[in-house]
């Protein structure tokens, strides 16, 4: 009968749509099924584990877990797996479940992206529908899916379809998470808690973590609230929430180095899989990790630092009633401002954030010659095609191992573009604050400002990078002609051969899935995810295309080796490709020449006001999008003009 | 602590990034206490400890195409391509040296001084001018560090190291030897005097 206790299963209501005509004889409320009365329409009540997690709206936190009248239904052995479920469900949830009515805002059908608000509508468009049950065989099936699905993935699998276009919770502004999200972080936090609680089954049950026990769920998480005077117990329990950033010493000398690359997607899909409950969402470069108060971070990550890398790390360690992902943000704002009343709430709750880095050991002295990859090991000697290279072993297995990437032979002498799309996940962090802030200002709600402080950002983040993953897929299905992909399964990085034409294809694919997945996500400078091309003859260095993709000033990153460096946001862009005319290059090359002499914008706009009727498009251009003509310039030369390149 | 603070302008600079292989060498955007030492050592003749951080906004990156001769076999090499800081605008760059203060060594001593940074001097590059000299005795902050130093000669600027990011700085024995010794990074955070800081930081420690 007891198979494992599937966390993920406990929101399985929010996926029936109990308005529907057929299900009106079961008088159905909520969306949990504690209540139903299976005798009464001759349905047979699941007996599963997983079954029990359909009480976990109805435990009062303050109520004893042994003697508490919330628990007296919920037989004893069952009852650690509810009281950590319900912890997990409080931490995974986008806004504090403890927070005050939040005013009549409404409900919502499907799921509301901060960054693609009409995701649920052109779904529907397409003739999807978010309810997975409607009907009364349906409903039937849950209560046998509860009994009989053996793993979390059979179900998430099964489901993905009606998961990711519901909530997590329909009333406004709950609607922001998918369900998917929230279920499947419900789940790992669940079990990671799980894999560390003592649970003592005597004549009373105990749980522990690390060493602490507790009796109520408000016993192990404290209070729920960060300043003020109200709510701000102590809990018992602490645990981690640790972004981790994955970087390498490397300076890529050969085309072969950027094995590296395929070295570090393969040791973090290895540490994904090994720690698949600990790791709450990933990128190529970044791990954000659940953890325990006493787990250690160097063993999970001992396998990067063998090979070189250093793990860059966040760690903020919290009652479980205030822990949430973005937390080390609040408590590093309130430090800088000086905040004493937050301050003091988190001091008083022994709240802690710390930035440290993961390294690899380090000798003390290195006799020369050290390696020109790394620069960290002792080196040997190596010849290759008559040059002298100094490259230590690992950096040498590295570049050997594996199918290297090499460039056609009709590029050679030609120019060509490296390319990485880029998710900075600070710069997520702050617009999803930001979108959430003006989603509840858009919003006729109580709380506004307690909304806004509380909003946890994890379970956002995550169904932000899956869409980024979906995009960056999305743009290769269209863009598998034009470039090239020099480490297969990279998405993140292409190539390809330099012309105008090419250059502006990449960037209108670039712009149409970008729009396609993020349309309410402004690409500006504090645009999470930028584009950045690199223009160069074949034999430029592969290093410096990697230093040009290390820190993307702004949404689309344009350089053309040793001529010019700028940065675009998608409004302008968009304006380029729409309105530039290739008569006006004469125009563009003589403002660009007045502003590098005067610096000034005031001699830029004279000569425009004096030409506006001949060079109409420029002079929309420059005062509808508002930048430097020199920019205007660089980007025509680059897609534009045929030969440009070759003449300067 | 105090520190002799040296604002300096330079016409164009290569402090390399030690990658002595291959056929291109990157340029640092700081002034490694290695540097210092060297430049010092060549024009005073005594160990004198300081970093430099050059000021944004008054240099640009660019390409210097070298062709080196093999003097023994009279054969020419394969040309290398160094990058090298060159002033942005008709001005020069401008750097900040900190020199640690001590006894033996006064303001006096850098007055109106010129001498040379970092490589290629036979080629122009590194010619560095004092300027101006104050005297600084900044706070000590939280924060990530904006210069590299050597690991050994933290105490000497008041650095303490909470977490640190290793690399390795070429340290001269005598005129042909020497050897990569451990030296802290950017970004290692660190109590420091608040020049030396890229960013105040407000993390437990």
């Given at each position: 009968m007891d198979k494992e206790f599937i966390a993920e299963l406990h929101d399985i209501g929010k996926l029936l749509d109990k308005d529907s005509p057929e299900l009106q004889q079961y008088d159905l409320t909520g969306h949990t099924f504690e209540n139903f009365d299976f005798g009464k329409f001759g349905i047979e009540k699941p007996t599963s584990l997983?079954?029990?997690?359909?009480y976990h709206h109805t435990i009062k936190d303050d109520e004893d877990l042994n003697t508490g009248d919330s628990w007296k239904d919920i037989p004893q052995e069952y009852r650690p797996d509810l009281f950590l479920l319900i912890l997990a469900d409080h931490l995974a949830s986008s806004i504090s479940r403890a927070l005050p009515q939040l005013g009549s805002a409404g409900k919502s059908e499907g799921v509301l992206k901060l960054w693609n608000r009409k995701f649920y509508e052109n779904e529907k468009n397409k003739g999807k529908y978010w309810a997975a049950f409607k009907s009364e065989v349906d409903l039937k099936n849950i209560f046998e899916i509860i009994n009989t699905v053996s793993s979390p993935e059979d179900f998430l699998s099964q489901y993905n379809e009606y998961l990711i276009l519901t909530p997590e919770d329909k009333s406004k502004p709950r609607n922001i998470t998918s369900l998917y999200t929230h279920i499947e972080l419900v789940g790992k936090i669940y079990r990671v808690l799980k894999k560390h609680c003592e649970i003592k089954m005597e004549s009373l049950l105990e749980l522990k973590l690390n060493g602490e026990a507790v009796k109520t769920i408000k016993d192990a998480e404290g209070g729920n609230r960060t300043e003020g005077n109200q709510n701000i117990e102590k809990g018992k329990w602490q645990a981690r929430f640790v972004k981790c950033y994955i970087k390498y010493p490397h300076s890529f000398v050969?085309?072969?180095?950027?094995?590296l690359l395929v070295k570090r997607n393969k040791l973090a899909e290895d540490l994904v899989a090994k720690y698949k409950d600990y790791v709450m969402f990933n990128t190529f470069d970044f791990i954000s990790l659940f953890l325990p108060t006493?787990?250690?971070l160097k063993a999970m990550f001992k396998d990067f630092l063998d090979n070189g890398f250093f793990i860059e790390y966040i760690e903020t360690i919290a009652d479980l009633g205030i822990l949430r992902s973005n937390l080390d943000i609040k408590i590093i704002r309130a430090r800088k401002s000086n905040r004493s009343d937050i301050i003091k709430v988190l001091n008083s709750r022994n709240t802690r954030v710390y930035r440290k880095i993961l390294l690899p050991e380090r000798l003390d002295k290195v006799v020369p010659p050290i390696c020109d990859i790394c620069q960290i090991n002792p080196a040997k000697e190596r010849m290759k095609e008559n040059i002298k290279e100094w490259i230590c072993d690992k950096c040498y297995e590295v570049r050997e191992c594996g199918e290297s990437f090499k460039y056609p032979g009709e590029w050679q002498e030609h120019k060509i573009v490296w390319f990485k799309f880029n998710l900075n996940t600070e710069n997520l962090e702050s617009w999803l604050q930001k979108a959430f802030e003006e989603y509840i200002d858009s919003l006729n709600i109580n709380n506004a400002q307690t909304l806004k402080h509380e909003f946890r950002s994890l379970a956002c983040q995550s169904d932000f990078v899956k869409d980024y993953k979906y995009m960056i897929e999305a743009f290769w299905d269209k863009a598998n002609d034009l470039a090239k992909k020099p480490i297969s399964n990279y998405d993140e990085l292409g190539v390809f051969l330099y012309s105008g034409e090419n250059v502006k294809k990449i960037i209108e694919t670039f712009l149409e899935v970008y729009n396609e997945y993020f349309p309410d996500c402004e690409g500006d400078y504090s645009s999470p995810i930028s584009l950045s091309l690199s223009i160069s003859n074949v034999k430029y260095p592969i290093r410096e295309h990697f230093r040009f993709f290390e820190s993307p000033d702004g949404f689309l990153n344009i350089r053309n080796q040793n001529i010019f460096h700028s940065s675009y946001d998608k409004k302008a862009i968009e304006w380029l490709i729409n309105n530039l005319q290739s008569k006006s290059l004469h125009f563009l090359y003589k403002l660009a020449s007045i502003y590098e002499k005067t610096k000034s914008d005031i001699s830029v706009i004279v000569e425009i006001m004096d030409n506006r009727k001949s060079q109409q498009d420029i002079s929309d251009l420059y005062f509808k999008i508002n930048i430097p003509p020199e920019k205007i310039l660089n980007f025509y030369r680059i897609t534009e003009v045929e030969n440009e390149l070759h003449k300067t | 602590m105090s520190f002799i603070k040296l604002n300096v302008e330079i016409d164009s600079v290569i402090i390399g990034e030690r990658v002595k292989g291959g056929i291109y060498r990157p340029c640092l955007e700081t002034i490694p206490s290695s540097t210092i030492r060297g430049a010092f050592k060549n024009c005073l003749g005594s160990e004198i400890n300081g970093v430099g951080i050059f000021l944004k906004d008054t240099y640009q990156i660019k390409d210097f195409v070298y062709s080196v001769k093999d003097k023994f076999l009279e054969i020419a090499k394969m040309p290398f391509v160094a990058e090298y800081l060159s002033p942005k605008g008709n001005s020069k760059i401008k750097a900040e040296i900190y020199i640690v203060k001590?006894?033996?060594?006064?303001?006096e001593l850098f007055k109106g001084l010129e001498f040379y940074l970092g490589a290629l001097k036979s080629k122009g590059f590194g010619k560095t001018k004092v300027i101006d000299i104050e005297e600084v005795s900044p706070c000590i902050k939280q924060g990530l560090l904006n210069v590299r130093i050597y690991e050994d000669e933290c105490d000497k600027f008041n650095i303490t190291v909470l977490s640190p990011i290793y690399g390795y700085l070429f340290y001269p024995t005598n005129i042909v030897n020497g050897f990569y010794k451990r030296a802290l990074f950017e970004n290692s955070l660190v109590k420091a005097?608040?020049?030396?800081?890229?960013e105040e930081t407000f993390y437990d420690e």
């Amino acid at each position: 009968m007891d198979k494992e206790f599937i966390a993920e299963l406990h929101d399985i209501g929010k996926l029936l749509d109990k308005d529907s005509p057929e299900l009106q004889q079961y008088d159905l409320t909520g969306h949990t099924f504690e209540n139903f009365d299976f005798g009464k329409f001759g349905i047979e009540k699941p007996t599963s584990l997983s079954w029990w997690a359909q009480y976990h709206h109805t435990i009062k936190d303050d109520e004893d877990l042994n003697t508490g009248d919330s628990w007296k239904d919920i037989p004893q052995e069952y009852r650690p797996d509810l009281f950590l479920l319900i912890l997990a469900d409080h931490l995974a949830s986008s806004i504090s479940r403890a927070l005050p009515q939040l005013g009549s805002a409404g409900k919502s059908e499907g799921v509301l992206k901060l960054w693609n608000r009409k995701f649920y509508e052109n779904e529907k468009n397409k003739g999807k529908y978010w309810a997975a049950f409607k009907s009364e065989v349906d409903l039937k099936n849950i209560f046998e899916i509860i009994n009989t699905v053996s793993s979390p993935e059979d179900f998430l699998s099964q489901y993905n379809e009606y998961l990711i276009l519901t909530p997590e919770d329909k009333s406004k502004p709950r609607n922001i998470t998918s369900l998917y999200t929230h279920i499947e972080l419900v789940g790992k936090i669940y079990r990671v808690l799980k894999k560390h609680c003592e649970i003592k089954m005597e004549s009373l049950l105990e749980l522990k973590l690390n060493g602490e026990a507790v009796k109520t769920i408000k016993d192990a998480e404290g209070g729920n609230r960060t300043e003020g005077n109200q709510n701000i117990e102590k809990g018992k329990w602490q645990a981690r929430f640790v972004k981790c950033y994955i970087k390498y010493p490397h300076s890529f000398v050969r085309l072969q180095d950027i094995n590296l690359l395929v070295k570090r997607n393969k040791l973090a899909e290895d540490l994904v899989a090994k720690y698949k409950d600990y790791v709450m969402f990933n990128t190529f470069d970044f791990i954000s990790l659940f953890l325990p108060t006493g787990m250690e971070l160097k063993a999970m990550f001992k396998d990067f630092l063998d090979n070189g890398f250093f793990i860059e790390y966040i760690e903020t360690i919290a009652d479980l009633g205030i822990l949430r992902s973005n937390l080390d943000i609040k408590i590093i704002r309130a430090r800088k401002s000086n905040r004493s009343d937050i301050i003091k709430v988190l001091n008083s709750r022994n709240t802690r954030v710390y930035r440290k880095i993961l390294l690899p050991e380090r000798l003390d002295k290195v006799v020369p010659p050290i390696c020109d990859i790394c620069q960290i090991n002792p080196a040997k000697e190596r010849m290759k095609e008559n040059i002298k290279e100094w490259i230590c072993d690992k950096c040498y297995e590295v570049r050997e191992c594996g199918e290297s990437f090499k460039y056609p032979g009709e590029w050679q002498e030609h120019k060509i573009v490296w390319f990485k799309f880029n998710l900075n996940t600070e710069n997520l962090e702050s617009w999803l604050q930001k979108a959430f802030e003006e989603y509840i200002d858009s919003l006729n709600i109580n709380n506004a400002q307690t909304l806004k402080h509380e909003f946890r950002s994890l379970a956002c983040q995550s169904d932000f990078v899956k869409d980024y993953k979906y995009m960056i897929e999305a743009f290769w299905d269209k863009a598998n002609d034009l470039a090239k992909k020099p480490i297969s399964n990279y998405d993140e990085l292409g190539v390809f051969l330099y012309s105008g034409e090419n250059v502006k294809k990449i960037i209108e694919t670039f712009l149409e899935v970008y729009n396609e997945y993020f349309p309410d996500c402004e690409g500006d400078y504090s645009s999470p995810i930028s584009l950045s091309l690199s223009i160069s003859n074949v034999k430029y260095p592969i290093r410096e295309h990697f230093r040009f993709f290390e820190s993307p000033d702004g949404f689309l990153n344009i350089r053309n080796q040793n001529i010019f460096h700028s940065s675009y946001d998608k409004k302008a862009i968009e304006w380029l490709i729409n309105n530039l005319q290739s008569k006006s290059l004469h125009f563009l090359y003589k403002l660009a020449s007045i502003y590098e002499k005067t610096k000034s914008d005031i001699s830029v706009i004279v000569e425009i006001m004096d030409n506006r009727k001949s060079q109409q498009d420029i002079s929309d251009l420059y005062f509808k999008i508002n930048i430097p003509p020199e920019k205007i310039l660089n980007f025509y030369r680059i897609t534009e003009v045929e030969n440009e390149l070759h003449k300067t | 602590m105090s520190f002799i603070k040296l604002n300096v302008e330079i016409d164009s600079v290569i402090i390399g990034e030690r990658v002595k292989g291959g056929i291109y060498r990157p340029c640092l955007e700081t002034i490694p206490s290695s540097t210092i030492r060297g430049a010092f050592k060549n024009c005073l003749g005594s160990e004198i400890n300081g970093v430099g951080i050059f000021l944004k906004d008054t240099y640009q990156i660019k390409d210097f195409v070298y062709s080196v001769k093999d003097k023994f076999l009279e054969i020419a090499k394969m040309p290398f391509v160094a990058e090298y800081l060159s002033p942005k605008g008709n001005s020069k760059i401008k750097a900040e040296i900190y020199i640690v203060k001590n006894d033996e060594i006064s303001s006096e001593l850098f007055k109106g001084l010129e001498f040379y940074l970092g490589a290629l001097k036979s080629k122009g590059f590194g010619k560095t001018k004092v300027i101006d000299i104050e005297e600084v005795s900044p706070c000590i902050k939280q924060g990530l560090l904006n210069v590299r130093i050597y690991e050994d000669e933290c105490d000497k600027f008041n650095i303490t190291v909470l977490s640190p990011i290793y690399g390795y700085l070429f340290y001269p024995t005598n005129i042909v030897n020497g050897f990569y010794k451990r030296a802290l990074f950017e970004n290692s955070l660190v109590k420091a005097p608040e020049i030396f800081l890229k960013e105040e930081t407000f993390y437990d420690e």
